[in-house]
């Protein structure tokens, strides 16, 4: 911690401030500049920063450790590879996770795991307890869309993904998925993190709507001082003040939270955009940034989902856009997983 | 719903978006401008806007209806009166609820109890399960500390507050609280607003820290949908560019407010500050806005608080912010609770 | 500057740091501390901070001189009173700016600069020059509109205020008025910053829709490294991602501000928030939380105004307002100017 | 305008909306819903929409027109192609501006037009006049180093762009300039787009700040009805609360505005993130989202530029970049202009 001193401060203030620190366990030393004094306070004493703020003579102070560890690309240099049955995910691989918003029924999901499959994607995605902002919404089909999901994605040789929403689900829920999803609204719902956390299973961490990216790795951190190691973050998009787009999506996060992190960040245009046309342009922009994977929402018929069809992608379009990433992936240096 | 043409629209698009509409339960009327042609969509029938955006020839979707009903100023005209024990909130009144950051122990919570009722606090508050930031913070005393809480607040005839973070705590701590606080992070932590509204008991409902007002009212009518009408809003600062403060108190938010709601709502100045010296300003700039009450932080000895220490009044700054309030409300027509 | 070293930092590296700073001009001291290392590089020097933190080895680099020198409260312990002619603001006093938005004709400025003087405004405004954000819509009357502006703060004996927009329109300006207006939209128009600090004149600086508070103070020091300390600031409302109010009145920059510099900050409730029945809430919101004033729109005919009538006050509503004020000024120890 | 009609409204209130709407010029339809009765006022009359909100029994108000007419994707359907000098910008070209922040000397500004004309950039850009946050910083060589500018295009066959930033600059700077460039905080100063629109001359034209995608249309619409047609939109990134990167670079902006209007739209990477090592990453996330080029900030000794050295890339790496882009190209179905 630095504590940087008013300009025109005494000798009692500045003893005082001192005095204060080393009560604290805190080691201090001082250096003296033309315009300011500052002391550096150093030891394993932890103190709300506010409260030295308060102290008399005293202009600012800075914290200097970072408040994660376990996700900082300081403790761990090389690259997080998550296992998610056989995909892997980060380093140069491209990971590809598609499927519906809600699973609506078996047939449904078989149809679009199908697609999805041959396409290319190595996960399947699929919601079963869905958050909706009207209580008056479609709100999933619960444990019966897990099983429809499970099939799916054992028929067809992909792991599966789903949201989880209340930490009393998790014990359930870890019987049918490979991934837990934790939701945009719930990346501080810090009970349901340390329950999931405490599975050791992976989880794809979704950034909140106005979480900083420091934020997110303390959340992070949750589900690792909890018990697993597996995290996939995903940027969704940000609020903002524009609301021409729903929401912002940070694409600049994606190389900032690489040189912060070893864990593997993917992006998620579908949520980011709500609408279809441009879904396909920002899966473009988040590989080309170097995200490690996309999660993308794609329907047999859009038209007719109970949940978020304007942005989901017809199989034919999600087909092109494989393509598309194939052909960028080269320029990155990586390859589909 | 209404649907606004694009400019050069032809009759077979213009038919085929009347007919989608059509189709899906509307009643469709034509409005044609001197520059705009629009449809007007009327009838209990309810499409993903979006949906309706894709349609070719559409130049841009307003909706008409509010998504809450219940918490609505249009249901219900005259402001609605929240009890909780024999204390009163809403209307004329001014309402202070006041208290620890976090329970920490017996003596602690009977000295603050004491302090606050002597200088005109009617509701006590004490957190026992703290939403942390860090994994590595303190949690709070859980059940221990409402009983601490509950005990404070009949020895000095106040009813208590206290937040819940886990659907699964609702009916333990419901035997000891007279109202329930749900934080700004989990505002839409939906599994947990239905479990709590269930109840029919009082909620304080906190704003997230980047919710829209109308997120608010929809978390609002989450409660309300789920079995109680009794409904406190609560301002707490907002996520914005600027960190010279820690958030921005929005107090535009409250005149507007209670144009949309019949709900009353206060504001807490301690969490949206973060610091003493900023608390009292705000207090008062919270009351001449026309707030219903508000939520302090007051600790005996804020230097040794387990949390938020910095942002918790002295018991004498609380009396002498007491006085100003005082002074206050009748220039807003009001007066203390 | 405080410079955070790596964890994992070589001797080579750190040396290489080190000399890098030396040879910049700096003094550097070392801080070693358990998890982190620190350099202290005090000295007259500049660099740009981004140069260091691309230095192999480096974690962060932490600036510790505030960019502004002229408006820091360090600089200058007390409030800095600006005098317009006879008008004196800040300290204890309260002094309220009002009149239309724009001048529109010889009688509304006279009829508007009566009402407004026998309700208690001290200081007379009026547009001449408006930027609009439609190349269509209204853009002022000009000179024509100083000269009525000048005959009714003479006949009524106000000082008058007005925005300028144009660099080389301050010399003609500068014959008729009392105080410029700089606009929030130029508030980084550093050209126009210049030519009128030149002036020498008082100024009335109103804060950028989305400057940081230092940002701000950084435009008042361009006006004062010019040639005037005579600077008033005048938050304004920013914008963020909450669209049901127009801005979002920042109340809580009001006392941060005052902690920052030694210049006097008022409010404008009128442009915040766009509709007239809540610019008396957020009044009294701005008074309360200890503003030295406000400046107001009031219309005699508001509803034929050419622009921003619905933000403007009937006179009678001005005069209440007032009323309240004054009644609210000797709970925050201040008195009307 | 749509007008939409509280639900409990009598008729005298309704009879008295229509009639206001009518004297003002408008023709009225109504539409009455089960929830919602709405009024539809249409006609060539312009009112200012927050009147109309304000009348007694209105529920909420709807323009429907766009505030901007010549930039409009509407008025015209296919992409304008922007000619600067020989270079076009806009449909399927990629067109790469390159140069430093500031033109510093004759010998710096030639040897880097060389480097990045090899490297395959088409137009040359220099800062003579630099609108700096802080007074005391470097604020350009002014015309002589217009001067150079001019003098390192003619020689390595490039067109030059440069920004203004004084409305009395224009007729000097249009003798030396092929397109004049308005920075993101004089985006709105609103004296300067008139004049610069005057010269009928290329303009490009970036994003201010806080500036919402409409907002930047309407000044759009400012140079285009001042008498130029040439005008190309450049996305530099936004403020939001997110501090780890400088601004937030919104790539979701670039889709969605070629939507809305014929303009080509390009993207500064170099600005947006302030940091070298973010540049590439975010120029090809650019590319891959469909923007029509790049401005990009290149120095031959970024460690010894007067401004902005840290996000300026070394002649090495933009031919990299130049690389990059040339293979990603052709997945977006375009080529390098």
């Not at 499927?99 to 609506?104: D, H, L, R």
Request: glycine share 8%; aromatic share 6%; with cysteine.
């Amino acid at each position: 911690m630095i504590i940087v001193l008013q300009k025109n401060i005494g000798d009692t203030q500045r003893e005082a401030i001192r005095s204060f620190l080393v009560k604290k366990g805190y080691t201090v030393k001082e250096i003296i500049g033309q315009e300011e004094t500052v002391f550096g306070a150093v030891g394993q004493s932890t103190v709300d920063i506010r409260e030295v703020e308060m102290l008399e003579g005293v202009a600012s102070v800075v914290p200097i450790s970072k408040p994660y560890k376990l996700a900082s690309r300081e403790l761990k240099k090389e690259d997080t590879i998550v296992s998610v049955g056989k995909v892997k995910i980060g380093g140069n691989r491209i990971a590809i996770f598609a499927g519906p918003c809600a699973v609506e029924s078996r047939e449904q999901i078989m149809s679009i795991a199908e697609s999805v499959r041959e396409a290319g994607a190595v996960i399947l995605r699929g919601g079963a307890f869905k958050p909706r902002t009207s209580p008056y919404a479609f709100q999933g089909l619960g444990e019966e869309g897990l099983q429809y999901l499970k099939e799916a994605g054992e028929k067809f040789g992909m792991p599966i993904i789903s949201e989880v929403v209340n930490p009393s689900d998790v014990p359930m829920m870890a019987k049918y998925l490979d991934m837990f999803q934790i939701g945009a609204r719930n990346m501080q719902n810090f009970e349901l993190l340390k329950v999931v956390g405490k599975t050791g299973m992976p989880v794809l961490l979704k950034r909140g709507l106005c979480a900083t990216i420091e934020e997110w790795l303390m959340a992070a951190e949750y589900l690792m001082s909890s018990g697993t190691d597996q995290v996939v973050l995903c940027e969704r998009g940000i609020r903002t003040y524009e609301r021409a787009t729903r929401n912002t999506l940070d694409i600049s996060a994606i190389p900032m939270v690489q040189k912060m992190t070893h864990l593997p960040v993917i992006g998620d245009p579908s949520h980011a955009t709500g609408v279809r046309d441009m879904v396909s342009p920002m899966s473009l922009a988040l590989v080309a940034s170097g995200a490690s994977g996309l999660i993308v929402e794609v329907h047999n018929h859009p038209e007719k989902a109970f949940s978020d069809g304007p942005q989901s992608l017809y199989p034919s379009q999600f087909e092109k856009l494989m393509r598309d990433i194939q052909a960028l992936s080269s320029v990155v240096g990586k390859s589909l997983e």
